[in-house]
């Protein structure tokens, strides 16, 4: 059960999120597998959300259930309204209830500006911005319904949006991607306010880049690693378990005074590292 970087300097106690009900969207692979485990490992029951690639789920289901937590595979579109709510109904009904909303699901579909799609436009910002807000709105209603549960958490539901350092570094050739980012953002802060006197704390976490399936181009040879670097300050390319334990952090009461924040976790690369020797 070694969790982290194999040290044990940073697993996480399996008593944080104990009693703890999260669903995790995309949790097939990258960043929302790592994030599925991790929210496992510290006790929580998990729904394994994929779209796509049902036996990467299952395996994902069968490392939680080693952990003696329940969990199950939930095939779903986040950015389709009736899937979305059948979803998270089908959570309360096995698992009675949810805690923890971690809207992760997202994709890229790049192109330049002049020569995108309004199909590749619309697929970005339907699934990783409209796909939040489904998400976001429908664990929302179950944590008004219930409220806080003390024994449990110290507030009534938590909602994790899965942003990038693209929420606030504009990425030419990207601009589906990096809007549906800039979006996350303030939808984020927006129900953040709104929800915070229900006691819902919603909180994004911000990536920068991590070895995932979504940017292999990016770190894959020793060339593009070299210039990968270039833009990360601490100088080491992220591992999916650093933003699975930013979220499991956030997730937790350890942080239940943080409301309405980005946490960055990318290294410094929002850092304008091209200052560092220029300007
Ligand atoms: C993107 C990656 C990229 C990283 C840093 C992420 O949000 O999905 O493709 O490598 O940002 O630019």
Known sequence: ??????????????????????????????????????????????????????????????????????????????????????MVARMVEELSTIDIMVANAGLQRDAPSTEMTLAQWQKVIDVNLTGQFLCAREAAKEFVRRGVVPEVSRSAGKIICMSSVHQIIPWAGHVNYASSKGGVGMLMQTLAQELAPQRIRVNAVAPGAIRTPINTD??????????????????????????????????????????????????????????????
């Not at 194999?6 to 697993?11: K, N």
């Not at 036996?55 to 950015?79: I, K, M, N, P, W």
């Not at 992220?238 to 976790?265: E, H």
């Open 1 to 86: 059960m070694a969790a982290g970087d194999g040290t044990g300097r940073t697993a996480v106690s399996a008593q944080l999120l104990k009693g703890q009900k999260a669903l995790v969207t995309g949790a097939n692979s990258g960043i929302g597998k790592a994030t599925a485990i991790a929210l496992g490992r510290a006790g929580a029951d998990v729904v394994v959300n994929y779209v796509a690639g049902a036996d990467a789920a299952a395996e994902v289901v069968a490392t939680l259930q080693g952990f003696g937590v329940r969990a199950y595979a939930h095939e779903a579109d986040v950015s389709d309204e009736d899937q979305v709510v059948a």
């Open 218 to 279: 990016a770190w894959s040879t020793p060339e593009a690693e070299a210039e990968l670097l270039k833009l990360i300050p601490y100088r080491r390319v992220g591992d999916p378990d650093d933003i699975a334990n930013a979220v499991v952090a956030v997730a937790s009461d350890l942080l239940d005074y943080v409301v309405g924040t980005t946490l960055y976790v990318d290294g410094g690369m929002t850092l304008f590292p091209g200052f560092a020797t220029g300007g």
